[in-house]
C-alpha cells in the first residue's frame, strides 16, 4: 500500500484542505498521515471571524519522532500553509522525511480568481516560491501561477493556449519535471487543466464540461485526486484526468443544492467512483 503524508491546515467546518484530502486520497486506496499546520474554526472564504489557531511548532518534532521511526512515506503532499514560518517548516519537514524515491507534490493553495486569500500580505507568493522549487509536481491554479512567476494575471476570456503555455514554462524553468495548471477555460464549455510531464515532453489538456460556477474546496479535491492517482504510479496525464473528472463530478453533485451548500462541494456522495 502507498502512502501520503499532508502537510496543510484543518478547517473545522466548510470542505477543504484536510477535511477532504483525507477521505479522498483514503477512498482511492492510499494510505494518508496527516500533519495539521493551523486549526480554524472554518475556512477563510465566505466567513468572517473565524478563529484561527497555529499548531505549527509540533511540525518539526512529528519529523524527528516519524524519523526516529523509520517511517517512509511514497508522497509529500503540501497545500495550504498559513505564514512564512510554516513555508519553512514544511521544506525542513520534508528534507528531514523523504527518501531517494519520495514524489514531493507541491499545491500552492493561496490565492483565486487573481486575488490572494484573505489574510495573506502581497510577499507570500515569493515565500511559497521556495517550497514550489524544491517539488517534483507542482498544481497551481492560474493566479497561483502568475503571483509565483510574476506575471499578469488574466482572467477567462484574455487569455490564449500560449499564456497557458508560457506559465508551464516558467515552472520548468525553476527545474519542476510535473507541472499542472488547473482552471483552464477557452470558452467553449470545457473547463480542465493543461499538464505537461519533461520525461514525456508532451503539453496536453484534459478537460470536462464547463459547469460554469464556483465552488470553495475544489482546488483542494482536485489536487488530492492528482496526488493519490501519481502515487499510485499513474502517469500526470491520466492522473490529471481523474482530477477534472472527479471535481466536476463532485460540481454537478452539488449544483442542484447550492442554497443549502454554498461553502464546499457533496464530494461524500462521489467517493464511490475514488474506490474502482
Ligand atoms: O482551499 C484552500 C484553503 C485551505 N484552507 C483554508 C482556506 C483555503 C482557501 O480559502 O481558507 C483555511
Redesign the pocket.
Known amino acids: 500500500m502507498k502512502r501520503i503524508a499532508t502537510i496543510?491546515?484543518i478547517?473545522c467546518f466548510?470542505k477543504?484542505?484536510i477535511t477532504v484530502s483525507l477521505p479522498v486520497i483514503s477512498a482511492m486506496g492510499v494510505e494518508c498521515a496527516i500533519v495539521p499546520t493551523?486549526v480554524?474554526s472554518?475556512?477563510?472564504?465566505g466567513f468572517t471571524g473565524y478563529t484561527v489557531c497555529d499548531i505549527s511548532d509540533w511540525l518539526l518534532p512529528i519529523a524527528e519522532h516519524w524519523r526516529r521511526e523509520g517511517i517512509s512515506l511514497d508522497t509529500l503532499y503540501t497545500?495550504?500553509l498559513?505564514n512564512e514560518t510554516q513555508i519553512k517548516d514544511t521544506v525542513k519537514f520534508i528534507e528531514m522525511t523523504k527518501n531517494d524515491d519520495t514524489l514531493i507534490f507541491v499545491d500552492p493553495?493561496m490565492a483565486?480568481n487573481g486575488k490572494l486569500?484573505?489574510g495573506f500580505p502581497a510577499e507570500f507568493p515569493s515565500k511559497m516560491l521556495e517550497l514550489v522549487k524544491i517539488a517534483d509536481v507542482v498544481c497551481p491554479n492560474i493566479t497561483e501561477a502568475c503571483l509565483l512567476l510574476g506575471k499578469e494575471f488574466k482572467n477567462e476570456g484574455e487569455y490564449d493556449e500560449g499564456y497557458i503555455k508560457e506559465l508551464v514554462d516558467g515552472f520548468l524553468a525553476l527545474g519542476i519535471k510535473k507541472v499542472v495548471i488547473t482552471g483552464v477555460k477557452y470558452g467553449d464549455g470545457r473547463h480542465g487543466a493543461l499538464a505537461y510531464d519533461a520525461e514525456c515532453g508532451e503539453y496536453r489538456y484534459l478537460y470536462g464540461n464547463d459547469l460554469d460556477c464556483y465552488f470553495?474546496?475544489t482546488?483542494?479535491i482536485f489536487s488530492s485526486v492528482l496526488c493519490g492517482a501519481l502515487t499510485k504510479g499513474n502517469d500526470v496525464y491520466s492522473a490529471t484526468q481523474q482530477a477534472v473528472d472527479f471535481t466536476i463530478a463532485c460540481i454537478a453533485q452539488t449544483l442542484p443544492d447550492r442554497e443549502n451548500h454554498p461553502y464546499g462541494v457533496k464530494f461524500e456522495e462521489c467517493l464511490h467512483l475514488l474506490t474502482k
Open positions: 496543510q491546515d478547517s466548510g477543504c484542505s493551523t480554524l472554518t475556512h477563510t472564504a497545500g495550504y498559513a493553495a483565486d486569500y484573505p470553495h474546496g482546488g483542494d
